[in-house]
């Protein structure tokens, strides 16, 4: 398998068509929330604090959307398949639909209720009031962010990962720009700190919207779709579509509401934990990016080879997806463990205290970086692509519910650790999702053709 992959020229040249345009436009988005981090850290611990709670609630938000349009790309990837533009177009109307009614539903809690939601993270009065004003001015972005995520991510499962990434790069410029101006006062405007960045991120969202309609609708191209090829699904076609989606759907809300959890225990322990693990997981995932784009990669050329009934070659797809995530994850949690302290000097105005957490936290998240991409490509990648949403539903939310958050709360609240030892005690549900998900993979049970009775 392995001298065969190595030559195979058409795997790479689709795998790399798409896992490095997403790779890329993953990098550009969690450069974005870096320099957003850099920033504000000038402000103190408090206000990364604030803005890594707030985010908390746009985090929540963006799995769910995240999961109804993984969901919708295992569709997409499989009609891409069998060239069914109809039932594509049908797909990602359901997407734009489902992601906007949640969308309503978190605007008018970020908007109405902001106090609340700060209080379930933090009781530190300062950093409530911080969280406060970013989290009404970044709500109104949510609906605007869910329409944008759909045709992204219906973008790249027929390929066209080009497109979003070249979007995402304006984006971030704009983010970048008017975080400058309004968070730092220049040019002769207001400085407003992180309501600042909450109006930069506003800004920012909404150009994106603009460039993406403008480069779906001017192409004329497969996304091309009017509002009745939208919403064209009946009650049965909805029903079979979220018998599909709603593992992935649950999946992605719960997984997220663990991290919340593990938020919420790290909270628990000060501002300074907190601030550290914002820094921290915001490095993690500028080295993530290269994970995001093999696991989509391989959720569209996995799903392409089944929908295509060549379930054979999908099998061995995976078998390469597997050994390049693992093998880049190995390279890649060595650099995070040796360039910890480097990237840390990046940020301005850090307290030895925090300095020193965060370090620690990323020297852990090094040592189980290849396991971390090991997972991510084969849940999100691979069973997902193949249709089994079910196991990976079970899979991933035993895993962190069973093990990762007992973990936290233990941890921070029973024998009080440092917090890089309670985040190598939640790593363990890494561990516990590779030693279940192997044998599943090994079975074959995971290949299912979804769109046979669509």
Do not use: C
Not at 391 to 416: D, I, Q, R, T
Request: hydrophobic share 55%; no cysteine.
């Amino acid at each position: 398998m392995t001298e065969s992959m190595w030559k195979d020229k058409t795997f790479f040249k689709g795998m790399l068509g798409i896992a490095l345009p997403i790779a890329l436009q993953n990098l550009i988005t969690s450069s974005l929330n870096m320099v957003d981090t850099l920033m504000i850290s000038s402000f103190g611990d408090a206000s990364i604090a604030a803005v890594g709670l707030a985010n908390q609630v746009f985090f929540f938000y963006m799995l769910i959307v995240f999961g109804i349009n993984s969901g919708s790309s295992i569709f997409i990837s499989q009609f891409w398949g069998k060239e069914d533009i109809k039932n594509i177009r049908k797909i990602l109307g359901l997407a734009i639909f489902l992601g906007s009614v949640v969308g309503i539903l978190f605007t008018i809690a970020a908007f109405f209720v902001p106090e609340f939601l700060m209080n379930i993270f933090t009781k530190d009065p300062e950093v409530v009031a911080l969280g406060i004003d970013y989290l009404k001015i970044v709500s109104l972005s949510y609906i605007v962010t869910a329409i944008v995520f759909s045709y992204s991510v219906a973008a790249r499962s027929i390929g066209q990962a080009r497109m979003p990434m070249v979007v995402s790069a304006i984006s971030f410029v704009t983010n970048t720009f008017f975080n400058y101006l309004l968070i730092f006062g220049k040019f002769g405007f207001p400085r407003l700190g992180v309501k600042g960045a909450a109006y930069g991120t506003l800004i920012a969202r909404i150009v994106e919207l603009g460039f993406i309609l403008h480069a779906v609708y001017s192409d004329r191209g497969v996304l091309a779709a009017n509002i009745k090829d939208l919403t064209g699904w009946d009650k049965d076609y909805f029903i079979k579509y979220i018998k599909t989606t709603y593992p992935v759907i649950l999946n992605e809300a719960l997984w997220a509401l663990g991290n919340i959890m593990y938020s919420i225990a790290y909270a628990r322990i000060g501002k300074e934990a907190i601030a550290a693990v914002q820094i921290a997981t915001t490095v993690q995932n500028i080295f993530m990016v290269i994970s995001r784009g093999l696991a989509n990669a391989a959720t569209v050329m996995v799903g392409n080879k089944i929908g295509g009934n060549k379930e054979k070659l999908a099998i061995e797809y995976s078998k390469r997806f597997l050994t390049i995530a693992t093998m880049t994850g190995v390279v890649l949690g060595i650099g995070l463990f040796f360039s910890s302290g480097t990237v840390l000097g990046l940020f301005r105005k850090l307290t030895p205290e925090v300095y020193e957490i965060a370090k620690n936290i990323l020297k852990v998240i090094g040592i189980v970086f290849f396991i971390k991409m090991f997972n991510g490509t084969m849940i999100v990648g691979i069973l997902r692509g193949g249709g089994d949403t079910k196991f990976s539903l079970f899979l991933e939310l035993g895993a962190v519910w069973l093990v990762g958050v007992p973990m936290a709360f233990l941890g921070a609240l029973v024998f009080k650790l440092p917090v890089h030892i309670i985040v190598a005690l939640v790593s363990l549900e890494e561990v516990v999702k590779a030693v279940i998900g192997i044998p599943r993979l090994i079975s074959k049970k995971w290949v299912k053709n979804v769109t046979e009775s669509m």
